[in-house]
């Protein structure tokens, strides 16, 4: 009976560690490499201590005008885990319930899937409840603005899949 609920645990704990990256893992390329751009930026804030992992998408959109270029918009959350900040596998990293989501925000043009340094991505993450409606609107003024320099239509009047 021992090894049963031995078994049972640690089945769970599998389950529930390798479910703080499941949400990462279904993201297309192109948004996971907008997380990995918040994550970057993120790391290198001295603050910081604890590792940080995607948690879930509230609107993502995109557009391709053509010629192999998309624009794309994230919004998203990213949550704290047990592991401490610089971890590279995080497989074993779990979510802390103690800490604030981090808001995030990223728009960026691809060409070939691959983020373009010109214009500049555009990466803004607070903690949630420092997040006011001003913050909002200058995000998406600022990526529309993106796609506008550019002559692409509005990434946010796009159909894009939550």
């Given amino acids: 009976m021992a090894v049963f609920l031995l ?16 949400a990462y893992e279904k993201l297309p390329e192109n948004y996971k490499k907008g997380v990995d751009l918040a994550l970057e930026k993120l790391d290198s804030h001295a603050g910081i ?3 940080f992992l995607f948690f879930r998408s509230i609107t993502k959109s995109d557009i391709s005008p053509g010629f192999d270029v998309t624009y794309v918009y994230h919004h998203f959350y990213l949550k704290a885990t047990k592991c401490p900040k610089g971890t590279v596998d995080s497989t074993a990293c779990q979510f802390r319930n103690d800490r604030p989501l981090i808001d995030c925000a990223v728009c960026y043009k691809t060409f070939r ?4 340094q010109e214009p500049k991505p555009y990466v803004h993450c607070v903690h949630k ?3 006011t409606e001003d913050m909002k609107t200058t995000r998406l003024n600022h990526c529309n603005t993106m ?3 550019s002559g692409a239509p509005t990434l946010l009047a796009s159909t894009g899949t939550d």
């Fill in 49 to 51: 201590q604890h590792h």
């Fill in 129 to 131: 409840p420092a997040l």
């Fill in 113 to 116: 899937e691959e983020i373009e």
């Fill in 147 to 149: 796609g506008y320099s």
């Fill in 7 to 22: 078994l049972l645990v640690s089945s769970g704990v599998l389950f529930f560690s390798s479910n703080a990256q499941g």
